[in-house]
């Protein structure tokens, strides 16, 4: 089932640092990558998305570099806060409606 | 409309009963997915609805469960005989759906519902 392969599994960083997370996808077929943060006891809410046609994505502290010829994707988080601690999906899209997530990432910010 | 609704939030049962979820999609909204989400797993697709017609399902989609989208409004999902390794987070999302589009859009998730069989 898992078509997205996500590193690290867990990851800490001091606050003002840089969180950066990868992912890696298979099917050449997805064109929508979206990355997702979820807090505990909560649904996944979308936090920014990049379509294969542009390079990087850049909304605020955060930013998708994305790599089509190595098929990777990665997430970095600039002057990261406590607050940015959740765990983060990486999702890719096909089809206009298959969506395959990666296993996460829990990031934790210390202060 | 502030987003996405499911209903109940949490669900405990004992092994062999019938559950019933419901999902209040976003209005308007014309694509409507389930998800399946386990304990330290990203979430995993179950179905997906296009207004009123259920388009896809998943193999981890066994005959015990049955999703529905009557009106193309909300949509209930049902497990029926409940087993222990059902107990997982259950998670609604829609999305807007691109008109005649062949790109893949934006998915909004509920805030889930985490059911327990013991």
């Known amino acids: 089932q898992q078509q997205v392969k996500q590193s690290p599994q867990s990851l800490i960083v001091q606050k003002g640092g840089i969180s950066i997370i990868n992912c890696a996808y298979e099917n050449t077929a997805f064109d929508y990558f979206p990355w997702y943060q979820q807090f505990p006891g909560k649904g996944p809410a979308l936090l920014i998305a990049?379509?294969?046609?542009?390079s990087e994505k850049k909304e605020g502290r955060f930013t998708i570099s994305f790599n089509k010829s190595a098929k990777q994707f990665s997430l970095h988080i600039m002057d990261s806060q406590p607050g940015d601690s959740a765990t983060y999906f990486c999702?890719?899209?096909?089809?206009?409606?298959?969506?395959?997530f990666g296993a996460g990432t829990r990031l934790t910010v210390k202060p | 409309d502030t987003g996405v609704s499911q209903d109940p939030r949490h669900k405990i049962t004992k092994r062999g009963q019938n559950v019933t979820f419901r999902c209040d999609p976003i209005?308007?909204?014309?694509?409507l997915y389930w998800y399946r989400q386990t304990l330290g797993q990203g979430p995993e697709f179950l179905t997906y609805?296009?207004?009123?017609?259920?388009?896809?399902k998943s193999r981890l989609l066994s005959d015990r469960f049955s999703a529905e989208r009557p009106k193309g409004s909300f949509s209930t999902l049902e497990i029926q005989r409940t087993e222990q390794g059902d107990s997982a987070m259950y998670l609604c999302a829609s999305s807007p759906g691109l008109a005649g589009g062949s790109f893949t859009d934006t998915q909004y998730f509920g805030p889930g519902t985490r059911l327990t069989v013991l």
């Open positions: 209005s308007e909204h014309n694509r």
């Open positions: 999702a890719a899209g096909y089809n206009n409606n298959d969506m395959r």
């Open positions: 609805f296009q207004n009123e017609a259920q388009l896809e």
């Open positions: 990049i379509r294969p046609d542009v």
